[in-house]
């Protein structure tokens, strides 16, 4: 190799990045050990569990924002042994995850990033939220204390100066974003779980949580009880083959509409005002087909 081509890698590991310098008592270029993570001996399994994980979540149907975990992969594949890194491919290309729909959330990336960054420093931020609930734009001032991802989008949960309360709002709806300089602090004590207590998905009702009881046909049966669904749920199968679905939950509207994607399958047993929230909207259904 000639001395003009190793001056030439030199400048390429410069313009990528990576730190140079030279010890002059040894006459050489160094890396500094500190600039890689250390070796790690991965066994096959956590290898083949990473890369997997990362090629789908970061792939175009993975999880949005997540884009560079293919990159990493990518690059972690590349510092296996070559008999691992090509029984890993093989295995790999036999392993697929579908998750389900989400919100790709086209261009809300630097917001995204805006947020994570403010959840760092704790600075507050403004925001333009289209809301559903209101019905309109609204502005607002957030302290923000988690992003997180759930179902099919991101969230962010925070207290907001609008509604002098901890709110959660969809990434994908914030039309605006503007870092303050005020800073806040996390309430001791907050924790996601205990804001959302029992809600079916993200929305707690007020008023005290409700006993949920859902008899599922013998069709279907298997089906819901294969599931987690929620973290208060209770099973019983019947004798004929129907399955009882006992859950708590603070709120009922989030849960009617998953009840009325069973259809005919799926009949409350209680609470009463459930079943007329059901047999309501069903009737606005039958509307729709016989007029």
């Not at 399994?45 to 994980?53: D, F, Q």
């Not at 309109?136 to 907001?160: A, H, M």
């Not at 049966?221 to 004929?240: G, I, M, P, S, Y």
Request: include cysteine.
């Amino acid at each position: 190799m000639s001395r003009r081509t190793i001056f030439r890698d030199l400048e390429i590991l410069r313009e990528s990045g990576v730190p140079l310098s030279y010890d002059d008592q040894q006459q050489r270029y160094r890396i500094p050990g500190t600039y890689y993570l250390p070796p790690t001996n991965f066994t096959p399994e956590e290898a083949l569990s990473l890369i997997v994980l990362c090629h789908e979540m970061g792939g175009g149907r993975g999880l949005p924002f997540f884009a560079p975990a293919r990159n990493a992969a990518l690059k972690l594949e590349s510092t296996l042994p070559g008999r691992l890194r090509e029984r890993l491919r093989s295995v790999a290309d036999a392993i697929q995850i579908r998750p389900v729909p989400s919100n790709v959330l086209f261009g809300q990336q630097p917001v995204y990033d805006q947020l994570l960054e403010a959840i760092s420093g704790r600075h507050s931020v403004r925001i333009r939220y289209h809301s559903l609930a209101e019905q309109e734009e609204i502005c607002t001032k957030l302290n923000p204390y988690r992003l997180f991802f759930s179902r099919r989008s991101w969230y962010v949960i925070g207290r907001s100066s609008l509604h002098r309360s901890t709110r959660t709002f969809n990434v994908g709806r914030i039309l605006d974003l503007e870092p303050l300089e005020d800073s806040y602090q996390i309430p001791r004590g907050f924790s996601l779980e205990r804001c959302l207590r029992n809600a079916w998905h993200l929305i707690p009702e007020p008023g005290q949580d409700q006993e949920v009881v859902i008899r599922f046909s013998k069709l279907v049966a298997q089906n819901v009880a294969e599931v987690a669904w929620h973290k208060t749920q209770q099973l019983r199968f019947n004798d004929d083959g129907t399955l009882d679905f006992q859950v708590t939950v603070s709120g009922l509207s989030e849960i009617s509409w998953w009840i009325l994607g069973y259809g005919d399958q799926a009949e409350v047993l209680k609470p009463a005002k459930l079943r007329q929230i059901i047999a309501k909207r069903a009737e606005r259904m039958v509307g729709y087909y016989h007029p």
